[in-house]
């Protein structure tokens, strides 16, 4: 599916008609990220963090694959295997620190490409399954880098997953099973170890599928634009190879040299430092904290201090950690707004900007320890982001009045009106 | 419906934050928590570089050596460096000769099965063995020590906040308990005053107590800050035994990649040339 003007693959060499005719592998790649795929001309640098995120799950696969051939999933050897890998591996210490980073960057790519989707509307009509697709592999993702950071089985590994897995607890009658379930018994340990490296194994592929998924989406809309715009004709299009190729190309490179400068000269700047000390159920460390890219959902889990009525405090910052993910899958339905872009919504644009600064704030009281001013903060954080959400983007929808939209994409570009601009 | 329900999910966690919020910013001016003695006395580590800092460091080996030096003759009585193997040593300047030699006459035996009898027992290491531990386990370290258990060493600067810097800073830090130190802070029987140390008081003597507890064989001045000084650079070391063909691989790296963005970025100008040019010519 696509635009009416894509060019056709034509296999020009015998072979190429031949394999044409029996699998017709290469007109799938020209059509999907070819010369064969029309995207709109006017794509801003935001466009790129999709590619990159593509880039970071396979950095993530393949150094994952690597460590799993030297790594021991048992309680009792994982951390010195880590430290095996670190010493005595060829290159092992290279594989790792690639991987832990490699998570980080993936998150990175991930978020951004989150914020573009929230900025210019590229979750609204006719792209409401690519956006649901998308919440679904960052939940995947989340899971899958929790039970990662739990394989070291370093202290932060073992209290980490004491604390998340812990979570389930608060749900009345079926809480404790459910974690019981998740553990293999009361507390983390070789059974909990063995079945999230197991998972942790599984669930990269599983993210992989659901990423065709959303690339297959994404091919039947085409991709949003800075305008919000729809395409309207071949002169709004390039297309995407060469110039999507060359310019995904270029920023590969870019997020290349971040990602190797991160990892060869400060490779444990993003970890905890008491990660590197062996998992001690007898030793609480003095701050439990997760990864910097759960921090925003731990601040608002920890900003529920005080029961309503008969549900516990707990199980309000349970249930509001999950609904300040979930209610992604709703924003659909939650912002009618017809205009996609952000740049013509001036209101939601200033909305849009304090929410940024709000999940800023509430990623840096998630890795503060749970004293005031923090918790006071993540509480006023936590009530805005749900505030826009739920309330500012319906009630938006209907009083904004947004600025006109141009013509075109190409008019947009040019500046000029379509019928001239062509 | 579906935002008539979504306003209602979101007054009610947003409102349940702001009464939360109110009813904690309420008790906090009322009853503002006091700063805590921990909070108060205690210091940031201190500012100290090493050869190995930044993108360009490396190792001293003299250091190194000097550093092995004091964690053979002051350290090592009670801590252990389990990840590590005497053959390590090697990569610090040492010949095979002398590994062979220095794992041979370590204070303590490695544990092992007697071939004849079966029975344990312990023999003289070997290069390829790790540094035998000092305590036979954590009961006996911890019997020995006041109940405290003296941590392994081998990851120690990457395993503390602060890193090298607090190494160095606990080891130079002991010091008499400041006049005004509240009563419950003042360190009990068996602890030591280290406002670098988090609760302040810890269990360790001061190891490093004089100058000239070792005698280096370079000529290097034993004063205390240099013992400590050296044997952090050797824990560096022993944490992080890949750092120097870390920073070389990473710059060996950076370079390849940059010449490759670079082309990569001049053929993505090229290529979109003509698109920019009908923007620029509308205009």
């Known amino acids: ?422 | 419906m579906v935002r008539f329900i979504g306003i209602l999910v979101g007054l009610f966690f947003s409102g349940w934050l702001l009464v939360s919020f109110a009813m904690g910013a309420k008790e906090y001016i009322s009853n503002p928590p006091a700063e805590t003695a921990e909070h108060a006395f205690h210091q940031e580590p201190k500012d100290i570089s090493f050869t190995s800092d930044g993108p360009l460091g490396k190792f001293d080996r003299q250091q190194l050596q000097r550093g092995f030096q004091v964690y053979k003759e002051v350290c090592a009585a009670c801590h252990s460096l389990r990840l590590v193997a005497f053959r390590n040593l090697e990569e610090i300047g040492y010949n095979e000769d002398e590994v062979k030699a220095i794992a041979a006459n370590w204070a303590i035996q490695t544990p092992d099965v007697d071939p004849d009898t079966g029975e344990m027992s312990s023999r003289p290491s070997l290069p390829a063995d790790k540094f035998p531990k000092p305590f036979a386990n954590n009961v006996a370290a911890a019997a020995a020590n006041n109940n405290a258990i003296p941590p392994d060493l081998s990851l120690i600067t990457k395993a503390r906040e602060g890193g090298a810097p607090y190494v160095y800073s606990l080891l130079t830090g002991y010091q008499n308990p400041p006049a005004n130190l509240p009563e419950a802070n003042q360190p009990g029987p068996g602890l030591h005053y280290n406002p670098y140390f988090a609760n302040l008081n810890l269990a360790m003597a001061p190891p490093l107590a004089a100058a000239d507890m070792v005698s280096y064989s370079d000529g290097t001045n034993p004063s205390i800050e240099q013992m400590a000084e050296d044997v952090t650079a050797f824990l560096i070391w022993t944490a992080e035994p890949k750092l120097e063909e870390r920073h070389q691989t990473g710059w060996a790296v950076i370079a390849f990649l940059l010449i490759a963005t670079i082309l990569a970025y001049l053929s993505y100008r090229t290529i979109w040339a003509d698109v920019k040019a009908e923007k620029k010519k509308k205009v």
Not at chain 1, 103 to 115: R, V, W
Not at chain 1, 188 to 214: K, Q
Not at chain 1, 356 to 363: A, K, M, R, S, T
């Open chain 1, 1 to 422: 599916m696509s635009f009416p003007w894509a060019k056709e693959y034509t296999p020009t060499t015998d072979f190429g008609q031949w394999m044409d005719k029996q699998l017709p592998l290469p007109r799938f790649i020209y059509n999907s990220v070819g010369a064969g795929y029309p995207a709109p001309r006017n794509l801003n640098y935001m466009w790129n963090f999709g590619s990159l995120a593509g880039l970071f799950l396979v950095v993530q696969i393949v150094t994952g694959i690597i460590l799993a051939m030297h790594y021991a999933a048992n309680a009792n050897i994982a951390f010195d295997s880590v430290e095996h890998i670190m010493r005595d591996v060829n290159s092992g210490w290279m594989i790792r620190y690639a991987h832990a980073n490699g998570a980080s960057f993936f998150f990175i790519a991930i978020y951004l490409h989150i914020g573009r989707g929230l900025f210019y509307g590229s979750y609204k009509a006719p792209r409401e399954m690519l956006w649901l697709l998308g919440v679904v592999i960052y939940l995947l993702a989340m899971a899958t880098a929790f039970m990662g950071y739990v394989l070291p089985w370093g202290q932060m590994s073992f209290w980490g997953a004491k604390v998340i897995t812990g979570l389930f607890e608060a749900i009345p009658l079926v809480g404790k099973p459910i974690q019981e379930l998740l553990l293999g018994g009361f507390a983390p340990d070789n059974a909990a170890l063995n079945r999230f490296f197991s998972l942790h194994y599984l669930l990269p592929f599983v993210i992989a599928g659901v990423v065709i998924m959303h690339i297959w989406a994404l091919h039947i809309p085409g991709s949003n634009n800075p305008t919000g715009v729809d395409v309207k004709g071949p002169q709004d299009t390039v297309p995407f190879h060469p110039y999507y190729t060359a310019k995904d190309g270029w920023t590969i490179g870019l997020a290349l040299i971040f990602f190797t400068a991160l990892m060869f000269f400060l490779p444990n700047a993003l970890g905890h430092a008491d990660n590197y000390i062996p998992a001690n159920p007898l030793s609480t460390p003095a701050h439990i904290v997760p990864e910097w890219y759960f921090w925003p959902w731990y601040a608002i889990l920890r900003a529920f201090t005080f029961d309503f009525l008969f549900i516990p405090a707990k199980l309000l910052g349970v249930l509001a950690m999950f609904s300040a993910i979930l209610v992604w899958f709703f924003l659909p339905w939650l912002d009618k707004s017809p205009v996609r872009s952000g740049n013509f919504r001036p209101k939601f644009k200033i909305f849009f900007g304090i929410l940024v600064i709000d999940v800023l704030i509430l990623g840096y009281c998630g890795g503060a320890p749970a004293e005031e001013p923090f918790v006071m903060i993540s509480q006023l954080a936590a009530a805005y982001y749900f505030a826009h959400f739920l309330i500012i983007l319906p009630l938006l929808s209907r009083m904004e009045k947004p600025e006109p939209l141009p013509n075109s994409i190409t008019e947009s570009v040019t500046g000029k009106p379509l019928n001239t601009a062509s």
